[in-house]
T-cell receptor, first 114, second 113 residues
């Protein structure tokens, strides 16, 4: 089955700790995205990548970092600089960035602060 | 600047009712108008989408109506069912500098049995 997998489903972060959220896709899509979702809010873009070894900041990149070493993988690190990390994190992919394309989402990772 | 305004924020209907969710946009470069459906604790999934060359598209009980001059598109759910209870997002996008979708804030729909 083609799709996007995210792990873990739940993640707990201690004060001052960096944590990494995994995102893998087997859709052979070029573009990948990370969104943050807070209760009652829409989806806010953190980072996106169009090709391997290249990525761009979204609207709320501060306190986050990403890498794109392989086409199918786009991990997100929530650093200790992100003071309010509790949220639902969604990874998505699309064929490319030509515009007007469907985004395919993973099941999400819920990050909680201890 | 809020480019996409989605309304209402929440909606409660009885089974069989026809909830309507609206999305108003400002960017005239948008040329793809999708609605995503999200169930609690899950990722969103494409429900239905329209291109600006048509004014209406139906897929089963779901209909998108598109008004280019008003810069607005709407989702209609015919004969709504309790299983339609979810959050719905509009997320228009286009070419050039607007290729990243702009998500609305979402509409929480509850369909009572």
């Amino acid at each position: 089955d083609g799709g996007i997998t995210q792990s873990p489903k739940y993640l707990f972060r201690k004060e001052g700790q960096n944590v990494t959220l995994s995102c893998e896709q087997n859709l052979n899509h070029d573009a990948m995205y990370w969104y943050r979702q807070d209760p009652g809010q829409g989806l806010r873009l953190i980072y996106y990548s169009q090709i391997v070894n290249d990525f761009q900041k979204g609207d709320i990149a501060e306190g986050y970092s990403v890498s794109r070493e392989k086409k199918e993988s786009f991990p997100l690190t929530v650093t200790s600089a992100q003071k309010n990390p509790t949220a639902f994190y969604l990874c998505a992919s699309s064929q490319g960035l030509a515009g007007g394309e469907t985004q395919y989402f993973g099941p999400g990772t819920r990050l909680l602060v201890l | 600047q809020q480019q996409v305004k989605q309304s209402p924020q929440s909606l409660i209907v009885q089974k069989g009712g026809i909830p309507i969710i609206n999305c108003a946009y400002e960017n005239t470069a948008f040329d793809y108008f999708p609605w995503y459906q999200q169930f609690p604790g899950k990722g969103p999934a494409l429900l239905i989408a329209i291109r600006p060359d048509v004014s209406e598209k139906k897929e089963g009980r779901f209909t998108i109506s598109f008004n280019k001059s008003a810069k607005q598109f709407s989702l209609h759910i015919m004969d709504s069912q309790p299983g339609d209870s979810a959050t719905y997002f509009c997320a228009p996008s286009g070419r050039g500098g607007s290729y990243i979708p702009t998500f609305g804030r979402g509409t929480s729909l509850i369909v009572h049995p």
